[in-house]
């Protein structure tokens, strides 16, 4: 059972444009969502995290919005470019346990 | 590099043979996972070790043995694959306290013909 639901699967979008990824789950014990980004032939990486004390976090053309009622986050990202497209993958983690959920993955094509 | 480092990068064998993954961690990590990522699926967890004990084994068939000798090493005994075993193998490591984020690995690519 997958605990952590995103989507859309894929999503083209043009250069300068915003990209939005959605995440949803239903522990309400998780207090850690970070966005992981893959470049083919590469591991995930860490792109920015938040917790739930914030509603928002943004870090250059990335940005993170959180919802807690409604248990849901997204990325965004702003003036997209060619070097953004990759998968992106959202995650979270509950306090004390170490081991991240993650997302089924959205792959990202920025066309020029 | 990451910080995390797996060995082989591409890995082809049949599925008679027995081969081994390696990863390696000098991040100060306490924890340390195995990922299957096969096209257009979820990054499945595989093994979890915890300061070397192994925590987690998510029903993975038996064919795929972990071992984890320190913290800081981590390998995947291969025997008698299957061809839909062929996927990208990754290792991550993290800290168990703190924030909670991973730093995987490339991978290895792994084809079973």
């Known amino acids: 059972q997958q605990q952590v639901k995103q989507s859309p699967q894929s999503l083209i979008v043009q250069k300068g444009g915003i990209s939005i990824i959605n995440c949803a789950y239903e522990n309400t014990a998780f207090d850690y969502f970070p966005w992981y980004q893959q470049f083919p032939g590469k591991g995930p990486a860490l792109l920015i995290a938040i917790r739930p004390d914030v509603s928002e976090k943004k870090e250059g053309r990335f940005t993170i919005s959180f919802n807690k009622s409604a248990k849901q986050f997204s990325l965004h990202i702003m003036d997209s470019q060619p070097g953004d497209s990759a998968t992106y993958f959202c995650?979270?983690?509950?306090?004390?346990?170490?081991?991240?959920?993650f997302g089924a993955g959205t792959t990202v094509t920025v066309r020029a | 590099e990451t910080g995390v480092t797996q060995t082989p990068r591409h890995l082809v064998m049949g599925m008679t043979n027995k081969k081994s993954l390696k990863c390696e961690q000098h991040l100060g990590h306490n924890a340390m996972y195995w990922y299957k990522q096969s096209a257009k699926k979820p990054l499945e967890l595989m093994f979890v070790?915890?300061?070397?004990?192994?925590?987690e084994n998510n029903s993975v068939p038996s064919r795929f043995s972990p071992e984890c000798p320190n913290s800081s090493h981590l390998f995947l005994h291969l025997h008698t694959l299957q061809p839909e075993d062929s996927a990208l193998y990754l290792c991550?490591?993290?800290?168990?306290?703190?924030?909670?984020?991973?730093?995987f690995g490339s991978g290895t690519r792994l084809t079973v013909v």
């Open positions: 995650a979270a983690s509950m306090l004390g346990d170490y081991k991240l959920s």
């Open positions: 991550a490591s993290s800290q168990q306290e703190g924030d909670y984020g991973y730093t």
């Open positions: 070790y915890n300061f070397k004990e192994q925590t």
